[in-house]
């Protein structure tokens, strides 16, 4: 079992920076495919990034590329998303997620945190 707790969420006006993190329970945390989904009203949940267990490959949706970035320390169990240049169409709610292989697909992934709310204003 993993429990999944993300923060660092909240309003940023346009071009502004925002830093999440994903603090993960349990000791199999470094096995784990990481993954940031996000999700805004009205919308389906969609793939934002993902980092390979032992961080050494990185995914990024089209939308994002350029402007987040996604890490992970295994130590502390945790994963982060910089996100940097923010356009209020990045205004969702994020989730982070486990799973054993990285994907696009939400369905793919075991273990869901509860997100964090991003807002940003024109």
């Known amino acids: 079992q993993v429990q999944l707790v993300e923060s660092g969420g909240g309003l940023v006006q346009a071009g502004g920076s925002l830093r999440l993190s994903c603090a993960a329970s349990?000791?199999?945390?470094?096995?784990?495919?990481m993954a940031w989904f996000r999700q805004a009203p009205g919308k389906e949940r969609e793939f934002v990034a993902a980092?390979?267990?032992?961080?050494?490959?990185?995914y990024y949706a089209d939308s994002v590329k350029g402007r987040f970035t996604i890490s992970r320390d295994n130590v502390k169990n945790t994963v982060y998303l910089q996100m940097n240049s923010l356009k209020p169409e990045d205004t969702a709610l994020y989730f982070c997620?486990?799973?054993?292989?990285?994907?696009?697909?939400?369905?793919?992934?075991?273990?869901w945190g509860q997100g964090t709310q991003v807002t940003v204003s024109s």
């Open positions: 980092i390979t267990s032992s961080g050494s490959r990185l």
């Open positions: 349990g000791r199999t945390f470094s096995s784990y495919t």
């Open positions: 997620a486990a799973g054993g292989r990285w994907s696009v697909l939400p369905g793919t992934y075991d273990y």
